[in-house]
């Protein structure tokens, strides 16, 4: 048996996110039937992370075991004859037996887009959050670089996560940066893991930041203190998965 | 009675091109329709040009007749809240009774896009022709420049055009030029007008000289010669209008 990793990109919006949901599509469940078809049999994958629906990635690493002896160039070429035009498969890798690509990932990369002006080019309408109302963006800049570090995340995450007591919120932010560049402000942020929706929620405090509804100075606070949910959930449509990291072999 | 004339941008995937079509979801009537729920009354609107189902355009000019008293700047954001997200107006107007923008256009520019790598991005799979195949692109980016001048192009057209004898089939190309940038190769050509699928047409001559079953000498040759349908039509979503020109008022 074979230990095999694909590195996925796709379109999220005709999905129910990442996950096998039954009887709606999912990007796992259609990479599991483009698999079982060329294995003959049912193969099930892991995946570096979950995203949800509507959410865009560029490089989502999945693993598997395998049977089939085929080349692995071979292999990416049928998976994307296989797969819809709206997931690609842009490598295949032999792995060890025991690489899981969610346990051993050490970083994880992820961009939200928001488009500032009136009028949304219809080619990026969905692969943005339209938002051409005034925003401090300078504010919300400088509020970005305030995420770096450990912390407490529970304020920015969903419910149904923050819910969980006795599970650690505590994440690493590496580096958070948001910059403007032509129309298109970038909130780019990478860390050791994130919890359920936490882009999108440390995202929709930026946007808060920006309405002048919140500051920097309240961030701070808000991670030292007790959790208390702060901001909305800015749109899946304008979020990015951009990479996964592991370490050398 | 004003007259007005809007720009338009959009992605043509969902549409069966630009003209009415009893039945059948096109541009012009979205646009029609639209307008029609401001003025209260239906409008008719006339396009720079018509373009297949499937293709894009970045700045379409069109022009109507409107009673309704409305700011162009308000026009334009009813205009865009209207319409669906794959129809965008990102200018509006005020011309002359006469304005026409068909006839009175002085210059079109059209661009093809071709993805050269084996996996097509997810995201541009609706606006670029996939071709991963060998191609000899120096030789596609010297025949490209010959269709500069003013020729007959007879053979670089639909046969329900090329089919009605006595009408000119005589344009003048101001500009023609291929160049590979990145994974895509570009292909821009601005001319004094263009028959129905020309520049799909073109493109199909260059992808054949691409794939040596035709040279730039041939090309010299047809040109000359008596009308001969000499390539096919490269796919519609691979076309992007870009934009009409006008002589200063």
């Given at each position: 048996m074979r230990r095999l990793s694909i590195?996925?990109?796709?379109?999220?919006?005709?999905?129910?996110?990442?996950?096998v949901q039954p009887g709606l599509p999912t990007i796992q469940s259609t990479i599991e039937k483009a698999l079982s078809v060329i294995?003959?049999?049912?193969?099930?994958?892991?995946?570096?992370g979950r995203t949800d629906a509507g959410v865009h990635a560029l490089g989502v690493c999945a693993a598997f075991n395998?049977?089939?002896?085929?080349?692995?160039?071979?292999?990416r070429k049928a998976l994307n004859r296989l797969l819809p035009f709206d997931i690609r498969i842009t490598r295949v890798e032999e792995r060890p037996a025991n690489f899981h690509p969610r346990f051993q990932a050490t970083a994880k990369t992820y961009e939200y887009r928001?488009?500032?002006?009136?009028?949304?080019?219809?080619?990026l309408r969905r692969y943005v959050h339209h938002h051409p109302y005034p925003l401090d963006e300078t504010a919300m800049i400088a509020a970005a670089?305030?995420?770096?570090?450990?912390?407490?995340?529970?304020?920015?995450?969903?419910?149904?996560?923050?819910?969980i007591l006795g599970k650690s919120k505590v994440r690493t932010?590496?580096?958070?940066?948001?910059?403007?560049?032509g129309e298109t402000l970038y909130f780019r942020v990478r860390g050791s893991g994130f919890l359920k929706h936490m882009v999108r929620h440390l995202t929709g405090f930026l946007l808060e930041v920006?309405?002048?509804?919140?500051?920097?100075?309240?961030?701070?606070?808000?991670?030292?203190?007790p959790p208390a949910k702060v901001a909305f959930s800015a749109p899946a449509q304008g979020l990015h998965q951009i990479s996964v990291e592991y370490p050398l072999p």
């Open positions: 590195l996925v990109s796709y379109d999220g919006t005709a999905y129910h996110g990442w996950q294995e003959g049999e049912s193969v099930k994958i892991e995946g570096s395998l049977k089939n002896p085929i080349p692995t160039d071979n292999l928001i488009w500032r002006e009136e009028v949304c080019p219809p080619f670089a305030r995420f770096a570090g450990e912390h407490d995340f529970s304020a920015f995450c969903s419910t149904d996560e923050s819910d932010i590496f580096e958070s940066k948001a910059w403007r560049d920006g309405k002048g509804n919140n500051t920097a100075e309240d961030l701070v606070e808000i991670l030292k203190g």
